[in-house]
């Protein structure tokens, strides 16, 4: 009789932190200001994120050694180019679509993601994210009732 193993999904666990934040500004003057404020050191990574063949993500990143924590920094919200065949009468124009990381969250701006090993500070950054100027509000989510939590592995 020949053993079948199975890989359950949950094999891979992820933990991270998620954070919320709302605001109007780009996403290069959003990593300015919480390189700012938090003093911490958000670069653009070379390479966007890639979550399909028409859509890429651009991330910022810090790796902070002190803290021994893993920040990234995105928008949600992405414009991807429609590739689908058009017949109307502008169908020589590309067409452009938003297309969302966390599907559940359709009105958040940009998400920080934190890969740590103690959860126990986030109040202590909320409050020091309220502080800069531009963000709206700040606030942390759930991440194990998330369903789009797969396009946050990377």
Do not use: G
Not at 72 to 98: G, H, K
């Amino acid at each position: 009789m020949v053993a079948i193993h199975k890989i359950s999904t949950d094999f891979y666990e992820d933990s991270f932190d998620l954070i919320a934040l709302h605001s109007s500004l780009e996403d290069y003057a959003m990593a300015y200001a919480l390189n700012l404020c938090l003093k911490s050191n958000f670069r653009r990574r070379r390479k966007d994120l890639d979550l399909s063949a028409h859509v890429a993500v651009p991330i910022f990143e810090w790796q902070d050694d002190f803290n021994d924590r893993y920040w990234t920094f995105f928008p949600n919200n992405t414009i991807r180019e429609d590739t689908s065949l058009r017949t109307d009468l502008f169908r020589d124009e590309p067409a452009y679509s938003t297309f969302t990381v966390v599907s559940e969250y359709r009105d958040v701006d940009y998400f920080i993601k934190i890969e740590q090993d103690d959860h126990d500070n986030t109040e202590e950054l909320l409050k020091m994210l309220l502080a800069v100027p531009r963000i709206v509000t700040a606030y942390h989510i759930d991440t194990d009732k998330l369903k789009s939590k797969n396009n946050l592995i990377y």
